[in-house]
């Protein structure tokens, strides 16, 4: 394999998304370098303030608070746009674009409110504008209705598509006021620099927006969104929505009516058995409405630096994968892995168990499940017909090791009726598993 090309990237802004990118890139170098061909390497970062002190630091002289310093250098061929705000933010992406110098940005009211000029400059300067971390982090949505979907004709997109209200609100619920649970939304990195724009609606607004004009494909303002924001709920409102089995979450909106588009963003309450209501914390779930497809519900973290990282390398990775050769061209496979043996894979099991009804009989399927290392998280024993039927559910344990144990207690003479196991799925702990 030839050596790597190499890609100078430049950042605008190094914060809480900013050095998650330098990370990443720096951390992922050898799997890019593979994947694409090209090697990025941060030469600049853009900053208001390049003296102070930071946790995860550039080399010397990459940070600069002088724009003209990444744009004139001459050799930057990539940038991402990671410090938000529309001004002066747009004229630089719109300049860096208009100058053929393809930007990947994060920043969803720049693209709802100028998205129009961006892209004329980006077909001027024969760029790309990628925008899939302005839109649910981490969830590849943007991508999925530009290329996956682009004929199911989805006429309808309803979500949670704010990190920082989803928290806040499941934090209240848990008792949390919405003054505690908007500080450590922010300590944790989720919240705008102005985080009036994520409880007001604001920055949900921008998504649907967004959202919708991909969706339908025709341009939807941000003017044209009804906006309503968490600020106006009252814990009344909370407690309501628990008595009615619901739970209160910001919701977003876009219907394709005919040949018109509606898309508003507010508080719902959400019946507890709908998709959206176990979206928890900083999570985001968007549900796509369409002809061919019917329904499809993509979740996943909505907010957070490393996770809008993930989706500014995967913009940046596509700017090069459309241009160069590369796994994103070829065969995906570049590696021989090893399999894992039969019977290794590890899960909680439940299983059932019929055995005679008598002293000592319990002892002896314990004595076999520990002999095979299987360690028994729930019993729950129920009378049978002359025996005993007994549902177990077990820690994490390896499939051989569960069957080997069956084996062993379908041995016994004590034992009556097949015994049998299944796998568990479950995020709770076993220990929690309830039996009714
Ligand atoms: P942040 O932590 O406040 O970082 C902003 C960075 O941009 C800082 O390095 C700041 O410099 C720099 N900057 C801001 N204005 C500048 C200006 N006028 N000139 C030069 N440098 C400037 O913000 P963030 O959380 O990383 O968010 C950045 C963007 O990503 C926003 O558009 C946001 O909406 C979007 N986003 C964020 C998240 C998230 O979870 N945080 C998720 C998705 C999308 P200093 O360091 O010197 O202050
Ligand atoms: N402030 C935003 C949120 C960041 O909480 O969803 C992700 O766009």
Request: glycine share 12%; hydrophobic share 45%.
């Amino acid at each position: 394999m030839s050596a790597p090309v190499d890609v100078p990237v430049a950042l605008l802004g190094y914060g809480t998304v900013g050095s998650a990118v330098h990370r990443l890139l720096e951390d992922g170098a050898e799997d890019i370098a593979r994947a694409t061909g090209h090697r990025l390497r941060v030469v600049r970062a853009l900053v208001r303030d390049p003296g102070r002190e930071r946790e995860h630091a550039p080399a010397h002289g990459v940070l600069t608070g002088d724009f003209r310093r990444i744009v004139d250098d001459g050799g930057v061929a990539l940038v991402a746009e990671v410090m938000g705000g529309v001004e002066p933010t747009g004229e630089y992406v719109a300049e860096l674009l208009r100058r053929g110098i393809p930007v990947v940005t994060a920043n969803k009211q720049l693209v709802a409110r100028h998205g129009p000029e961006l892209f004329e400059a980006a077909a001027e300067g024969g760029a790309q504008l990628r925008f899939e971390a302005s839109v649910c982090a981490a969830i590849p949505v943007i991508k999925l209705l530009r290329e996956s979907l682009v004929v199911t004709n989805v006429h309808r997109v309803l979500g949670i598509v704010n990190g920082t209200t989803n928290f806040v609100l499941g934090e209240m619920e848990a008792g949390s006021t919405y003054a505690d649970a908007l500080a450590e939304a922010q300590r944790l990195g989720y919240a705008e620099a102005d985080p009036t724009e994520d409880v007001s609606g604001l920055d949900a607004a921008a998504k649907m927006a967004i959202l919708a004009t991909v969706a339908f494909g025709s341009r939807v303002a941000l003017e044209g969104v009804e906006v309503a924001g968490i600020d106006a709920l009252r814990d009344e409102h909370v407690a309501a929505a628990r008595a009615l089995e619901m739970r209160v979450k910001l919701v977003g909106e876009a219907v394709l009516v005919g040949e018109r588009v509606g898309v508003r963003v507010g508080p719902a309450f959400v019946d507890a058995h709908h998709p959206l209501a176990s979206i928890e914390g900083a999570f985001n779930a968007v549900m796509l409405q369409g002809d061919a497809i019917r329904e499809l519900t993509l979740e996943g973290p909505g907010a957070g630096g490393t996770e809008t990282a993930s989706a500014i390398v995967a913009d940046l990775v596509s700017v090069l994968g459309a241009s160069e050769a590369g796994f994103l061209r070829d065969d995906p496979v570049w590696r021989s892995l090893g399999a894992l043996p039969h019977g290794e894979l590890p899960s909680p099991y439940y299983l059932r168990l019929e055995v005679e009804d008598r002293a000592g009989v319990l002892a002896r399927l314990a004595q076999e499940l520990a002999s095979e290392g299987v360690s028994v998280a729930r019993l729950v024993q129920q009378p049978g017909d002359g025996h005993a039927v007994l549902h177990v559910v077990t820690h994490e344990a390896p499939a051989g090791r569960v069957e080997a144990a069956l084996r062993a207690i379908r041995a016994l003479p004590e034992s009556r009726g097949d015994a049998s196991a299944l796998p568990v799925v479950s995020s709770r702990g076993v220990e929690e598993l309830g039996w009714t």
